[in-house]
T-cell receptor, first 112, second 112 residues
Framework: EPEVTQTPSHQVTQMGQEVILRCVPI?????FYWYRQILGQKVEFLVS????????KSEIFDDQFSVERPDGSNFTLKIRSTKLEDSAMYFC??????????FGSGTRLTVV | GENVGLHLPTLSVQEGDNSIINCAYS??????FIWYKQESGKGPQFIID?????DKRQGQRVTVLLNKTVKHLSLQIAATQPGDSAVYFC???????????FGAGTTVTVRA
């Protein structure tokens, strides 16, 4: 069964440092997403990406965040200057329009 | 779909019994609903989905019921097994709105 692959599984970074979280969506999916889950809380939408541009973003997705699809397979989330409150699980997902949503296993980001 | 929530945060069920997990949503424009299972340290795993033109859908051991009149969604798990212990989230999306809005989650614990 096709999977969404995320790397790394765990990232520890110093406050103020830049991090890049990587994802390989399912190959025939057209829509890509990043979600965040703070420990013990619900999954929150960050951003959706379609046709090489952001289609929607939440209030969480401020100027410190950016996304990129540098080639035909990877989809990345960059946090420019990490804060303690950015510590969370970050999930990448992809879909075929409004169905077939599939999530990756996540990257646990710890900002110290 | 900003207000998607669950009625109960925890559910304890005896192995072999049926489980019912509930979800209320407030956006009348929501037209696609998904139930996810999340095990500790993993990403949301698709269980079953339903569109707003249906009121019931069955899968293997699972049934989703949708009551659009009262904006209520439920997940029924038949013959609950220890492997069903997890956090269950409902999620929804609206027409031409491909981002998922998640509820707060219900933790299901199966007693042997």
């Amino acid at each position: 069964e096709p999977e969404v692959t995320q790397t790394p599984s765990h990232q520890v970074t110093q406050m103020g440092q830049e991090v890049i979280l990587r994802c390989v969506p399912i190959s025939n999916h057209l829509y890509f997403y990043w979600y965040r889950q703070i420990l013990g809380q619900k999954v929150e939408f960050l951003v959706s990406f379609y046709n090489n541009e952001i289609s929607e973003k939440s209030e969480i997705f401020d100027d410190q965040f950016s996304v990129e699809r540098p080639d035909g397979s990877n989809f990345t989330l960059k946090i420019r200057s990490t804060k303690l409150e950015d510590s969370a699980m970050y999930f990448c997902a992809s879909s075929r329009e409004d169905y077939g949503y599939t999530f990756g296993s996540g990257t646990r980001l710890t900002v110290v | 779909g900003e207000n998607v929530g669950l009625h109960l945060p925890t559910l304890s069920v005896q192995e072999g019994d049926n489980s019912i997990i509930n979800c209320a949503y407030s956006n009348s424009a929501s037209d696609y609903f998904i139930w996810y299972k999340q095990e500790s340290g993993k990403g949301p795993q698709f269980i079953i989905d339903i569109r707003s033109n249906m009121d019931k859908r069955q899968g293997q051991r699972v049934t989703v019921l949708l009551n659009k009149t009262v904006k209520h969604l439920s997940l029924q798990i038949a013959a609950t097994q220890p492997g069903d212990s997890a956090v269950y989230f409902c999620a929804e999306t609206g027409t031409n709105d491909y981002k998922l809005s998640f509820g707060a989650g219900t933790t299901v614990t199966v007693r042997a």
